[in-house]
């Protein structure tokens, strides 16, 4: 897919944000002339997925109404749940080539399907069309040998909130509400969002997870052999942007400057639940005046994957005019933008994009 550019005016608000409404207690501002972009407009998405998409869909449904009709088998029910509790890239689900060997009675979950009604050509068309086909498991928790759940397709492409398609036992289609988590287990198949193009998991960060009480931001940052690392502290995500149907968020970060693109791409795979403080305490780039500029953006979204796209935002820092531009994918959640100047690196405060407040500072 070409990639595209897309040019966003700068925005910049005062960090003096209320977080009455999030339970929070409000904390110190940012200095002064270092502001929190507001989120940047997310990328216009179609009603209906693009015809690569809508070929990928097709082959999931064909392939949920499938597992669909086989899962009144308890075996089966019990490999997919166990091999979804397995927990492969850190959420309850599995790549189908995992699964697909199996056992289930006499044969496999592959052999299964395929003698159930989805031809071994068939099947082979929607592995080669469905990259990473993954399985997964949402909803409350699961009692597979009484329980025989609906089969969901977490579709891509176009309004990931849209009505969900889901198939019975019987084959028949059901609409599910994307935006209501399940009150009964469901199986869902779609694209595993948490392993690169080759199917290796995603290296989870180095994340702690925090309590809901605000981090004490009271200690202070001097000048020391370390004060050029950018550092992340702690992070608390307000909406993450993900339906039920595709579990835990995947959430990225970016840095760049206003002279220099791509200084730091990286994602938290660990920060899995809205509302709540974690603390990564991770060294991100170490701030150059000489060969970074006189300011920082950070952009944050959750990924989705899809098509390349450049993403570039303008800013107006303490004076100085400039932009940085992002190399994300068409189908990625925008949760916006913050920057800060390179003479308040050693400093540490908070910064905010409405979806997401983090602290930040120069190192510790």
């Known amino acids: 897919m070409p990639t595209l550019t897309r040019v966003l005016t700068p925005a910049l608000l005062a960090l003096t944000v209320a977080l009455g409404a999030c339970g929070q207690t409000p904390t110190t501002s940012a200095p002064a002339g270092t502001g929190a972009a507001r989120p940047a407009d997310p990328i216009p998405v179609s009603a209906a997925p693009g015809a690569a998409d809508a070929q990928v869909n097709a082959a999931l449904e064909r392939f949920a109404q499938q597992l669909a009709r086989q899962l009144p088998d308890p075996e089966l029910r019990r490999a997919v749940q166990d091999q979804a509790a397995l927990r492969f890239d850190g959420d309850q689900e599995t790549l189908f080539s995992a699964l697909a060997a199996r056992p289930v009675g006499a044969t496999t979950v592959q052999g299964l399907l395929t ?6 050509s068939a099947l082979d068309d929607v592995t080669r069309r469905v990259t990473n086909l993954q ?9 597979a040998a009484e329980y025989t759940p609906l089969v969901a397709v977490a579709a891509q492409g176009g309004d990931e909130f849209a009505p969900v398609v889901a198939f019975d036992a019987q084959g028949r289609r059901h609409t599910l509400d994307a935006r209501t988590p399940p009150t009964q287990p469901v199986v869902v198949v779609g ?3 948490r392993v690169d193009e080759q199917g290796r998991v995603m290296v989870p960060a180095a994340t702690r997870a925090g309590t809901t009480a605000v981090p004490d931001p009271a200690a202070s940052v001097g000048a ?14 307000r909406d993450d942007h993900e339906p039920w149907t595709r579990g835990d ?11 220099r693109d791509g200084l730091y791409v990286g994602s938290l795979p660990d920060v899995n639940d809205e509302n709540k403080w974690y603390e990564p305490r991770r060294d991100l780039v170490r701030w150059s005046s000489t060969t970074m500029g006189n300011w920082m953006m950070y952009l944050w979204y959750e990924r989705d994957g899809g098509g390349s796209l450049t993403l570039t935002i303008g800013a107006d820092v303490k004076g100085v005019n400039g932009s940085v531009s992002y190399t994300v994918a068409d189908g990625d959640d925008q949760m916006g933008h913050a920057t800060l100047a390179f003479g308040d690196r050693l400093q540490r405060f908070a910064l905010d994009t409405g979806d997401v407040r983090w602290w930040r500072g120069g190192c510790e």
């Open 135 to 143: 399985v997964a498991v949402r909803g409350p928790q699961w009692n």
């Open 115 to 120: 003698r159930g009604g989805l031809s071994a």
């Open 249 to 259: 968020p995947e959430i990225y970060v970016q840095l760049g400057s206003n002279s």
């Open 224 to 237: 020391q052999a370390c004060d050029s690392w950018e550092r992340l502290i702690s992070l608390y995500v």
């Open 191 to 193: 694209v595993a969002e």
